[in-house]
């Protein structure tokens, strides 16, 4: 007996042994490496750069050149006129673009933020890759605004501020409501991203040479890592993700209001708050995802921190988000339906059948029916190419949605003879240059700043453990905050 009780004993341990391994390779925070390791592993992802990486710089550089520069220069030289934008549509894709690039914007609030504050542990090693997306993304959506006025040497009209004239700006304008809104979030999105952002700014100065060094001398503003700056990061760092969470969700609950607040056929909605902000989080989770995969796929070593479990823990709050969607889609659809007015019903048929209406169709199937149909599945969930190419459907689904909400409902009023079909001119290459923006300062960005603020995925690997319950091996959390 003592001799089976031994045989079995070691016949046990490798299978257990094997199970443990299983854990590590498959959990970050369960593999740690010293942590000088790991900061030389950041640091040679930002330094080391192929010719491909230039290349595809080089262009999107050109596509800014001659997007931005000469065509932005054209419409400003000839007039919005060449913009299609018109009677009785005056907000085209200029707008279409700022919500939908607001929208972006908040991912990084959501995952850095909201996140921290549920403690969801699987958020650590891509915090600052979305928070990045936050801040280029309400760069193109101001651009966007500026756009769209046109004569944007005239946008500081837009700025509450005394002066001689005694003038201040119409505060009935929708503009000036995005104005305020848009910058608000950016100076505070912009000091959440730098704040984290200090202590690996600190280890990239001790590890570099040159101008980089000198760089990184200014922006550690002096950080050595003493018990006391670290009390004092700490402290500012949860103050502001619980503060800046009612500023994620008032800036879009403001879009929103842009429109529900006008007394227009399929504007006139009180549930456009909650939907507005739920599609901002159902296009923004779903860049997240598309970039970590480009990240995990383009930088080297990002494969040890950008794991499968974090692709599947997106690929579920993808899931999460997109039944949210579809309830408040239905949700502002089905009121709107049911009040009667004519004219809301003349513009629910323009939406479905009219000349956008395989929009609303694709917005629908992209949105609902391919979220739904692949999302369950782990192995989809887990496979950066899949996860990726529905990532990319859901994005032009929540344009094609904007699209439909702001110019498209234009088209129909209460005014038959002022029926217009919007037909978009100069908007068209200027919403590609936005986007070349957008991806540019992503890849350059990624250069000078760490993606992963190594020292959360540190503490996230100490405060993680396994702990033997009989034959079962479980992860266990400390929690390491005072």
Known sequence: ????????????????????????????????????????????????????FWAVAAFLAVVVVICLGYYWGYMITSGLGVAGINRPIYWGIFLVNTVFWIGISHAGTFVSA????????????????????????????????????GRVWLSYWLMPYPNERGLWPNFHSPLAWDFLAINTYLLSSTMYLFMPLIPDLAMARDRS????????????????????????????????????????????TIVSWDFAAAMRPGWSSTIFGPYFVIGALQSGISA???????????????????????????????????????????????????????????????????PVGWMWLAMLFFNIAVPWATLWNKSIRRNPTALFAIGFFVNVAMW???YIIVP????????????????????????FGTLALFILLYMLASRIIPLVPVWEVQEGQMAHSLKKFGNESIITISDLEE
């Open 114 to 149: 909201l996140l921290k504050v549920f403690k969801a542990e699987f958020r650590r090693p891509f915090t600052r890759a979305a928070e990045l997306m936050t801040t280029f993304g309400l760069v193109q959506a101001g651009l966007s605004i500026f756009m769209h006025m």
């Open 408 to 431: 498209t409902s234009l088209s129909i009023n209460r005014f038959p003879f002022t029926y217009q079909f919007y037909k978009p001119g100069v908007e068209i290459p200027l919403s």
């Open 288 to 354: 997240v995802a598309m970039v970590l995969i480009v990240v995990r796929a383009t930088m080297k070593n990002m494969k040890y921190f950008i794991r499968p479990e974090h692709l599947d823990a997106l690929g579920k709050l993808m899931l999460i988000i997109s039944m949210a969607w579809a309830y408040f889609f239905f949700n502002d659809y089905l009121v709107q339906w049911y009040n009667g007015d004519k004219w809301t019903d003349l513009l629910l048929h323009f939406h479905e059948e009219g």
């Open 209 to 252: 040479t040159g101008w980089r060094k000198s760089l990184y001398r200014v922006l550690a503003l002096g950080f050595r890592g003493t018990e006391g700056e670290w009390a004092h990061l700490r402290f500012a760092m949860n103050l502001f993700a619980f503060a800046i969470l009612p500023v994620m969700f008032s800036v879009h």
């Open 1 to 52: 007996m003592a001799v089976l009780a031994d045989s079995t004993k070691s016949f046990a341990h490798p299978i257990e042994h094997d199970h443990e391994a299983h854990l590590r390779e498959e959990h970050l925070m369960l593999d740690p490496r010293p942590r000088g390791e790991m900061n030389a592993m950041v640091m040679e992802a930002m330094t080391t750069t192929s010719w491909k």
């Open 400 to 402: 094609f949605e904007r």
